[in-house]
């Protein structure tokens, strides 16, 4: 069976500091791998990916993920947070062809100022 | 591009009426969409996938009458709420592949449309 974790409901962190949500997922075949950030009452806005490749993959707004095949993780990374931040991120999973995504739970991150 | 755009964004409806909410891809063309449910606080739970031109297929546990899904088009999937309920209040989310291009693996998601049923 497909599936995403996201062990950590919250992440809270300081302005300026660097951040990290992690993501382990199990898949058979060769993963799909997507953070997607929510703001409130918003749909999803796509982040980055990894399909194959380099293991680290830089996205939009100074994220960046690396995928690791042996841990099975995709952990979300960004060296200095801003307060703008602030939202909830999902992290996703394709199988390979097929269509469906899967989705972890969710992590908020809180950047305090 | 690649925008996928939900209609209506807020609506509040009585109980034992019916909702429409719409999904469209703007600048795109998707023979897929998929529908989601969000619960406050909670992940994105897949409900469908609505294919153009045939029957949408539905996770084990939603309801096929209760949520009634129409793709009649390349870039028109209708999502029907029939005799809501407010157990049926929640926040749904459309998304969408661009199928006129190589996968590119990612998909587009509309901004949802947050259904409160009085």
């Known amino acids: 069976a497909q599936s995403v974790a996201q062990p950590e409901d919250q992440v809270n962190v300081a302005e300026g500091n660097p951040l990290t949500v992690k993501c382990t997922y199990s898949?058979?075949?060769?993963?799909?791998l997507f953070w997607y950030v929510q703001y409130p009452n918003r749909g999803l806005q796509f982040l980055l990916k990894?399909?194959?490749?380099?293991?680290l993959v830089k996205g939009s707004y100074g994220f960046e993920a690396e995928f690791n095949k042996s841990q099975t993780s995709f952990h979300l990374k960004k060296p200095s947070a801003l307060v703008s931040d602030s939202a909830l991120y999902f992290c996703a999973v394709r199988r390979g062809n097929f269509n469906k995504f899967y989705f972890g739970s969710g992590t908020k991150l809180n950047v305090k100022p | 591009g690649a925008v996928v755009s939900q209609h209506p964004s807020w609506v509040i409806c009585k109980s034992g009426t019916s909702v429409k909410i719409e999904c469209r891809s703007l600048d795109f063309q998707a023979t897929t969409m998929f529908w989601y449910r969000q619960f406050p606080k909670q992940s994105l739970m897949l409900m469908a996938t609505?294919?153009?031109?045939?029957?949408?297929?539905?996770e084990q546990g939603v309801e096929k009458d209760k949520f009634l899904i129409n793709h009649a088009s390349l870039t028109l999937s209708t999502l029907t709420v029939t005799s809501a309920h407010p157990e049926d209040s929640s926040f749904y989310i459309c998304s969408a592949r661009d199928s006129g291009r190589a996968d590119t693996g990612e998909l587009f998601f509309g901004e949802g449309s947050r259904l409160t049923v009085l």
């Open positions: 898949v058979s075949g060769n993963p799909y």
């Open positions: 609505s294919n153009e031109g045939s029957k949408a297929t539905y």
């Open positions: 990894y399909i194959t490749g380099d293991n």
